[in-house]
Each structure stands twice: as C-alpha cells, then as structure tokens.
C-alpha cells in the first residue's frame, strides 16, 4: 500500500486515506482502469464500492481491511463496474445495494434498491445517497461525511462526476441535460468545496477544482 495519491493503476497497489473513524481504500482494476473503493471503520465494519472486475483480487483487497463485509454498494449497471459483482456477494454475503433504476440490470438483483436521499447504516459506517440520473438511469453517488475533519464529504461518484466534467451522455439513452440538473442540484449546490470526490476511473478531484468549470460543462454539452 503506498501514500495516497488518488492515482493507482491495474495490478498495482492500493492506497488509503484516513477520514476519521473510517480509513478509504482504493486500488483499480481491469484494462478499463476502475476503480474499486473499501471503506473500513476502525471496529471493523466494511462497505465496498463498486466490485468492478477480478473477483479474487477484490476479495484480497476487502482483506486488507479486515475480515467481513458488511455493504455491496453498485454506484451504476455498466458491465465495466459489475464483473465481480455476483461473485463477491455470494463469497462474503453482504448485503448490496443499487439505485432503483438500474437495479434489474444487473447480474445480481440488489437487496435494497436505492431512491435519492435514502442513508446507508452499515456496522458503523453510515453513507448518504445522491441519485444522479443521465449516465444511466439509476447512478448513486455515495457520500461519507468525517466528522472528525469539520464534517469534510468523502463522495464516491462512480461515473457520473469525474475530474474535468460530468460522465459519457452520448450513448442512446443518456441524457446530458438531467445529468447536469442533479451534478448541479444535488452535489454542487449541496456540498461544499472541500468535498473530495472519488469517481469510477481516474484521478481523485475536490468540488472547489470543479465548480468554476460548471458554466464551461453546459456550455460544451458534455
């Protein structure tokens, strides 16, 4: 595990980040560059963000952390963001997690299908959902608030917020337009610039680095 950095590459080693009580993971995986989070409190509660691709390597990651996995969460359907997905539930029992939309798509129907607003009680790791349509129908960000830090927002975007704009809307049923209205409505105008933002592939970025370019985002469409 190296210092963090935000940036990891495939098959290289995953870092982590102290937010208080609970310590971030992330590491990626596949030729697509995912990106795979772990969240682990320090009594052992576990929640994994997006089992992406490489069962085996993801079930050595959620050890890492510690034994147990308490919350599957699928940031959106994407086939890149759920290869590991049936495997991992079935492996560790977790109970997982979807937005309502996107939830019939995947190749494990979730337990508990996610609506704009809902929280995440997992052990003692409690995480907000922000339902961001247009990517696809049903994308959840997830946001972890450390208290310890001035209520500083860790918030996992899958691939509706990256660094330099919103996610892909190009393909037959995106839509630009509604992914703009809940980026804007729901974390923008929510969330201060603080609020580290992990997204699906990639870099980490901040609000702060993001929020002048909101006017050049609609602007260009994408």
Known sequence: MSTYDGV??????????????????????????????????????QVLIDAADDAPRVLEFIAEGGKGLD?????????????ALAEVAAVTGARTYAGEDD??????????????????QAGSIAVDVVYLRGHTPGSVALAYTDASDGNRVHLFTGDALFPGGVGNTKLPGQ??????????????????DRT???????????????????????????
Not at 19 to 41: C, D, F, P, Q, W
Not at 175 to 192: C, G, M
Not at 196 to 222: F, K, M, N, S
């Open 71 to 83: 919350a599957l969460i699928t940031t959106h359907q994407h086939w890149d963001h759920v290869r």
């Open 103 to 120: 939830a019939d798509a995947l190749p494990v129907a979730p337990e508990v299908r996610l609506q704009q607003g809902d929280r995440i």
């Open 175 to 192: 839509n630009f337009d509604s992914l703009y209205a809940d980026v804007t409505e729901r974390i923008f105008d929510v969330y201060d």
């Open 196 to 222: 580290i933002v992990y997204p699906g592939h990639g870099a980490d970025t901040t609000l702060g680095a993001e929020r002048p370019h909101l006017q050049e985002w609609l602007e260009r469409g994408w």
């Open 8 to 45: 990891v590459t495939p098959g290289g080693p995953s870092q982590a980040r102290e937010a208080g009580e609970v310590t971030i993971r992330k590491m990626s995986v596949s030729a697509m560059h995912n990106n795979v989070y772990l969240l682990t409190h320090r009594d052992g509660s």
